[in-house]
């Protein structure tokens, strides 16, 4: 069973557009972290959200925690070809930290 | 900027064989990690360890598996058989409060190759 879906799984966008993420579960989460991936590399923590309703903004990315702390989303204004990467959401839970398997998302420029 | 460091990067093992992989966390972190990726696949909680000792693991984390901290700075990763499944890239991370709340800092990754 996977704890934590991510939707979609690859975007391919045109730089300037906006889009929104997703990572969604049946579960309750004492947080939720999203991560950004480069091949060959470890993840790097964007943002932790903590409480439900919780909205996070990093520059143009913002960042919302579901006010049952089930699920979570990522929304990027005006994407740069930057932004191209493996986006990972991932929930605390019982001091695991659960995985999704990540959205690829690829800003053509 | 401190980091969390790997070594190797890449190893290359005999099924059957012995390894060890090994992680220097940040020095005043407290709570030590070790996942996995498989290709393509999604990252894997396997272990986590604080006070020296595991606080938890997952289903993967069987008695194939070990971790130590033997020397209060590098922090290691045995699997004393390999299997063919455990070819990944496994990567250390350490934070200093509880990974959920604080922010966990992953290493490069060591990419096992099990032939």
């Known amino acids: 069973t996977q704890l934590l879906e991510q939707s979609p799984q690859f975007l391919s966008i045109q730089e300037g557009e906006n889009l929104t993420v997703y990572c969604n579960s049946s579960s309750v989460f004492s947080s939720l972290q999203w991560y950004r991936q480069e091949p060959g590399e470890g993840p790097v923590l964007l943002v932790t959200?903590?409480?439900?309703?919780e909205v996070k903004k990093l520059k143009r990315l913002t960042f919302q925690f579901g006010d049952a702390r089930k699920d979570s989303s990522l929304h990027i204004t005006a994407a740069q070809p930057g932004d191209t990467g493996l986006y990972l959401c991932?929930?605390?839970?019982?001091?695991?930290?659960?995985f999704g398997k990540g959205t690829r998302l690829h800003i053509l420029p | 900027e401190p980091e969390v460091t790997q070594t190797p990067s890449h190893q290359v093992t005999q099924m059957g064989q012995e390894v060890i992989l090994r992680c220097v966390p940040i020095s005043n972190h407290l709570y030590f990690y070790w996942y996995r990726q498989i290709l393509g696949q999604k990252v894997e909680f396997l272990v986590s360890f604080y006070n020296n000792e595991i606080s938890e693991k997952s289903e993967i984390f069987d008695d194939q598996f070990s971790v130590e901290r033997p020397d209060g700075s590098n922090f290691t990763l045995k699997i004393r058989s390999t299997k063919l499944e455990d070819s990944a890239m496994y990567f250390c991370a350490s934070c200093f409060g509880l990974a959920g709340i604080d922010e966990q800092f992953f290493g490069p990754g060591t990419r096992l190759t099990v032939l």
């Open positions: 959200v903590v409480t439900g309703g």
């Open positions: 991932a929930g605390d839970r019982d001091d695991k930290i659960i």
